[in-house]
């Protein structure tokens, strides 16, 4: 036993190559110990785990597969979802729903992925009722911060994937994620400013007494870059005036949209304002 050694013993080592080895057991008993080289153990470890989900569902936090978790009295310390790759082959549209992890360790970090391999059905991802939203591209955020039927994410197309982690007890998301359509409609009954997060937007005017103004601000000192647009609908049967900033031109034909139904393309090139559509 004297001459036996310790892992203090070792050379600790800035790498690791395949013809290094690990002791293990063949047999659970003295001297059952044998040396393994880590190339000899590629096909014993799996390095990610597939699971598909054939229909809508919550991400299982035990194994489906491992008796031992037929009780809710056992819980792993880790939920078994983490590290998974999830591919979701429903025949129609899925809802895959990020479970409550409140109950494991506050300082719990996992990660999965999400992939749609429907026939272009849509996936949605979302968190659990009346829990904390997920925080992703897509989702419709409220003030009280929770999640409802009607905070989710979407995986459009086939082979669209999601990459989701918890942190801090929030749900996180990126990834190939959108919102329920493909354009994003706000309506407006006031003047209005417009800002970045308007960009792409179709803005839906629907005053109803008198005219409003739609203001550019200065696209450089709001960090508006050339090729940033919006759409303006007037649904109203009153006018609706485009005005910028001292200093600022706006390149357009007229600055008007007076009639119902009228609609303009409005950019910047990053310096100055450009329209085009019903203007007059």
């Given at each position: 036993m004297g001459n036996r050694k310790t892992f203090n013993d070792f050379i600790e080592k800035s790498a690791i190559n395949?013809?290094?080895?690990?002791?293990?057991?063949d047999e659970p008993i003295p001297g059952g110990e044998k040396k393994f080289k880590l190339s000899d153990l590629r096909n014993f470890v799996k390095t990610n785990e597939l699971v598909v989900l054939s229909k809508s569902s919550k991400l299982p936090e035990t194994d489906p597969e491992d008796p031992i978790f037929d009780s809710d009295v056992v819980k792993?310390?880790?939920?078994?979802?983490?590290?998974?790759?999830?591919?979701?082959?429903?025949?129609?549209?899925?809802?895959?729903e990020l479970p409550n992890l409140s109950s494991y360790s506050s300082d719990l970090n996992i990660m999965c992925l999400i992939t749609n391999m429907t026939d272009h059905k849509r996936v949605e991802i979302k968190t659990e009722n009346e829990?904390?939203?997920?925080?992703?591209?897509?989702?419709?955020?409220?003030?009280?911060?929770?999640?409802?039927?009607?905070?989710?994410?979407?995986?459009?197309?086939?082979?669209?994937t999601g990459v989701f982690y918890y942190s801090e007890g929030k749900w996180y998301g990126y990834g190939?994620?959108?919102?329920?359509?493909?354009?994003?409609?706000?309506?407006?009954?006031t003047d209005y400013v417009f800002?970045?997060?308007?960009?792409?937007?179709?803005l839906h005017f629907k005053h109803e007494n008198e005219g409003v103004k739609v203001h550019l601000p200065d696209p450089q000192a709001h960090g508006m870059k050339?090729?940033?647009q919006f759409f303006v609908h007037n649904?109203?049967?009153?006018?609706?005036?485009?005005?910028?900033?001292?200093?600022?031109?706006f390149h357009a034909r007229a600055k008007y949209l007076r009639k119902k139904y009228d609609d303009a393309v409005v950019y910047t090139d990053g310096y100055e304002w450009f329209a085009t559509g019903d203007l007059s």
């Open positions: 395949k013809d290094d080895y690990l002791i293990g057991y792993p310390s880790v939920p078994f979802f983490s590290g998974k790759i999830f591919h979701v082959k429903s025949s129609d549209h899925a809802l895959i829990t904390p939203a997920l925080n992703a591209r897509g989702v419709l955020q409220y003030e009280s911060g929770l999640s409802d039927a009607t905070t989710v994410t979407f995986l459009k197309k086939k082979y669209d190939d994620l959108e919102g329920p359509a493909s354009l994003n409609i706000q309506n407006i009954t800002s970045l997060r308007d960009e792409d937007k179709i050339s090729g940033t649904i109203s049967n009153n006018w609706i005036e485009f005005e910028v900033d001292s200093g600022i031109n």
